[in-house]
């Protein structure tokens, strides 16, 4: 597979060699904090041996999830923004992508399973590289003196995406898909990861961030959507992995970094990307439920409507969850 070159002009987040961040090297962790702090997202060089097993591991689900979902077309599932649909451990096919859900402790049954942990293996050796440089950068978390002691393998979230050419998606040449409270364009909406950070590696260039400075309450309510905010598209050579922050480090940090929107624009080639989240366990969802606490208490000292307040953390304007409606 050739080798996409990243357009420098196009990213602000920081590339750190992951064989530097292992072994530790000078002012690698740095760069890692820092750009995570400035952009909400790191991205990490993987060695070239461990950047061909996964575009391996990436042609081969694209494969399979492409000829699994020409089968069986029928059970498409049309989200209603209303009511969120929760992905069943497995495979789902939707009207934009068909998702493969699997637990990342869980054992490997059969060759798409073996295939998927083969891909996020590696993007789990990126979060741990990339975790431990967070915590490196920070005395204390929220109920926790370190932050290994409020996540483990075993809540971790494996998902790989299948996204077919955007135009074989629409009902109608001329119809957009509703969003997520609005008309869009897009694959997957503009929304935030749960959990702590998300390692993920692709074959085309559509996932795009926000930049920090900008609302993604604003941009959500804004006439021309697919236009408002500061976006900006990823573009990952065939040895990156880009990992995201999460809510989960947003608040457990005290906001010293802030959760990542982020969103997948259609696009006319077919993608496949496969995502590694890291969430709590039981020792972080009790400090993570502090911090909100602490966060909700502070925002009740300056206005007369807390509820009003705690719904702003978690929701947009229209009442959507500000979690992706598809994940």
Known sequence: MMARAPSASDRHGVAVSLSALEEKADGAAARVTHSLRDAGYVIITLPSSVAQTIQQSIASLKSALQAHREAETKGWVTPNSS???????GISSYRTRTQFRMLRHAPA???????????TSILQRCAAAVLDAV???LHTFQGASNLASLHDDEGAMADVFFYPP???C???????IQGNGFRCSFACPAHQDNGLITAIADDEAALEVLMHGDSCEEVRTCASAANAGSWTRLVLASNEVVVL???SLELL?????????HRVVGIGAPRLSVAYEVRLNERGLAAESKAIKSKLALADSRSNDAYA??????????????TCMLM
């Open 83 to 89: 009511k969120r649909e929760p992905i069943r451990f």
């Open 109 to 119: 049954e059969g060759e798409l399973e073996a295939t998927a942990s083969s891909a």
């Open 135 to 137: 915590e490196g950068s």
């Open 166 to 168: 955007f135009a074989d």
């Open 170 to 176: 629409l009902p109608e040449p001329s119809t957009e």
């Open 245 to 247: 922050a999460n809510r």
């Open 253 to 261: 940090s005290c906001e010293q970094f802030r959760a990542c929107d």
């Open 309 to 322: 307040n705690a719904a702003k953390l978690f929701t947009d304007n229209t009442g959507s969850d500000r």
